[in-house]
T-cell receptor, first 110, second 112 residues
Framework: GIQVEQSPPDLILQEGANSTLRCNFS?????LQWFHQNPWGQLINLFY???GTKQNGRLSATTVATERYSLLYISSSQTTDSGVYFC????????????FGKGTKLTVNP | NAGVTQTPKFQVLKTGQSMTLQCAQD?????MYWYRQDPGMGLRLIYY???????DKGEVPNGYNVSRLNKREFSLRLESAAPSQTSVYFC???????????FGQGTRLTVV
């Protein structure tokens, strides 16, 4: 089956720092999404980004589908950015299967 | 997240007991999913349903059954619970059109 790998597995930042999270996938996909899981366990959809670049405030994401990777950028990090960031890919061919990576745990210290 | 509701939020079972986790959505999702989350393992797909009346196995289906009786509801059943099924379970729906996924609040299940 498809492999979804995220790096780094853990990241510790000081407030105000920038960071880049990476998601690699092993096969062609229909779409790719980024999620944030807050410390209370709630999963929030950040971006639906099968290709190209999107921005939402301090967060932006880029997917290069032909090279099978996506990047999530967090600028001027805040303590509220802490949590786990997941990427998920939807397989093609009418499958609708949605497969997650293992996540990047981000800790932003004040 | 608004639109995807899971019940119950917490549950403790004894080994061998059965139970059904309920998931309902009011966002007109075609596809619905059940995941389990264990420390360090991310979210692993148990079963999914691309449309009403269809279900397919995910990465870890053993020990589980599902039912998609209508477009709104997708339930997950544990017939004979085992301690290895202690986990946090999430239900999700995939919005038709934009294909964005939305999650319920999760069910924390402990099997003793």
């Amino acid at each position: 089956g498809i492999q979804v790998e995220q790096s780094p597995p853990d990241l510790i930042l000081q407030e105000g720092a920038n960071s880049t999270l990476r998601c690699n996938f092993s096969d062609s996909v229909n779409n790719l999404q980024w999620f944030h899981q807050n410390p209370w366990g709630q999963l929030i959809n950040l971006f639906y980004i099968p290709s190209g670049t999107k921005q939402n405030g301090r967060l932006s994401a880029t997917t290069v589908a032909t090279e099978r990777y996506s990047l999530l950028y967090i600028s001027s990090s805040q303590t509220t950015d802490s949590g786990v960031y997941f990427c998920a890919v939807e397989l093609g061919g009418g499958s609708e299967k949605l497969v997650f990576g293992k996540g990047t745990k981000l800790t932003v210290n004040p | 997240n608004a639109g995807v509701t899971q019940t119950p939020k917490f549950q403790v079972l004894k080994t061998g007991q059965s139970m059904t986790l309920q998931c309902a959505q009011d966002m007109n999702h075609n596809s619905m999913y059940w995941y389990r989350q264990d420390p360090g393992m991310g979210l692993r797909l148990i079963y999914y349903s691309a449309s009403e009346g269809t279900t397919d196995k995910g990465e870890v289906p053993n020990g589980y059954n599902v039912s998609r009786l209508n477009k709104r509801e997708f339930s997950l059943r544990l017939e004979s619970a085992a301690p290895s099924q202690t986990s946090v379970y999430f239900c999700a729906g995939l919005r038709w059109g934009t294909a964005e996924a939305f999650f319920g609040q999760g069910t924390r299940l402990t099997v003793v």
